[in-house]
């Protein structure tokens, strides 16, 4: 049996044109998505973001450090909380942003951060096992997961949603330039970059490690 699709060829048998990619890419991705991730979580009703703390980096002078709670609701009073932090480089920006959604690991450290502030860029990391475990064994008892028991989407399709909520923060803030974010990640957070990025536009560049 050829299950081998026509990329250039819509669902309906009609032939694609560069207008009609952006059709085609998402019945694309709708096939791949479902059948190689479970799917992704579903969108928020609502997401508030709530300024932790702002302090200044000692050791790089005119660097702003700052942390936020993205508080993301859905329907019947369900919640829950991810924290992202930035490291500001001295200016008015806006900023280009480097997201590293690895914040669970300790390799995104003092050495990357400089080195991408050199460059003018914002630093952004947020913990994605804040929204599922990385805990093959458990995560199905953690973030999304207590919210939706039943889900069929896989961690790493919590991760990349973890992502898309940042990139909802990251867009509202004055020093952020929003048309200008990268994000990374390494082993399996590198997985989860390039979910996030093949599923959020606003994303644009994708760098995985």
Same mark, same amino acid.
């Given at each position: 049996?050829?299950?081998?699709?026509?990329?250039?060829?819509?669902?309906? @048998? !009609?032939?694609?044109?560069?207008?009609?990619?952006?059709?085609?890419?998402?019945?694309?991705?709708?096939?791949?998505?479902?059948?190689?991730? *479970? *799917?992704?979580?579903?969108?928020?009703?609502?997401?508030?973001?709530?300024?932790?703390?702002?302090? $200044?980096?000692?050791?790089?002078?005119?660097?702003?450090?700052?942390?936020?709670?993205?508080?993301? !609701?859905?329907?019947?009073?369900?919640?829950?909380?991810?924290?992202?932090?930035?490291? =500001?480089?001295?200016?008015? @920006?806006?900023?280009?942003?480097?997201?590293?959604?690895? @914040?669970?690991?300790?390799?995104?450290?003092?050495?990357? =951060? !400089?080195?991408?502030?050199?460059? *003018?860029?914002?630093?952004?990391?947020?913990?994605?096992?804040?929204?599922?475990?990385? $805990?093959?064994?458990?995560?199905? $008892?953690? /973030?999304?997961?207590?919210?939706?028991?039943?889900?069929?989407? /896989? /961690?790493? !399709?919590?991760?990349?949603?973890?992502?898309?909520?940042?990139?909802?923060?990251?867009?509202?803030?004055?020093?952020?330039?929003?048309?200008?974010?990268?994000?990374? @990640?390494?082993?399996?957070? *590198?997985?989860?970059?390039?979910?996030? /990025?093949?599923?959020?536009?606003?994303?644009?560049?994708? $760098?995985?490690?």
């Amino acid at each position: 049996m050829n299950i081998t699709p026509d990329l250039l060829t819509h669902q309906d @048998g !009609s032939p694609i044109t560069p207008e009609s990619w952006s059709q085609r890419r998402k019945e694309l991705g709708d096939i791949i998505i479902d059948h190689q991730f *479970g *799917g992704m979580p579903p969108e928020p009703d609502s997401i508030d973001i709530i300024q932790r703390a702002s302090s $200044n980096v000692r050791h790089w002078p005119g660097v702003q450090y700052n942390t936020y709670e993205i508080r993301v !609701s859905f329907t019947q009073n369900q919640v829950i909380t991810l924290t992202l932090s930035l490291w =500001i480089p001295p200016g008015d @920006g806006p900023f280009p942003v480097l997201l590293d959604a690895d @914040g669970c690991w300790r390799y995104f450290n003092d050495d990357v =951060i !400089s080195k991408i502030l050199a460059r *003018g860029n914002i630093a952004a990391s947020v913990d994605r096992t804040e929204a599922a475990a990385d $805990n093959k064994t458990e995560y199905r $008892n953690t /973030g999304l997961y207590r919210l939706f028991p039943d889900a069929k989407f /896989g /961690g790493c !399709s919590a991760w990349a949603w973890a992502i898309h909520r940042c990139i909802d923060a990251l867009t509202t803030f004055p020093k952020v330039t929003s048309d200008a974010i990268a994000i990374t @990640g390494h082993s399996r957070g *590198g997985k989860t970059a390039l979910l996030a /990025g093949a599923t959020d536009e606003r994303i644009a560049i994708t $760098n995985p490690n």
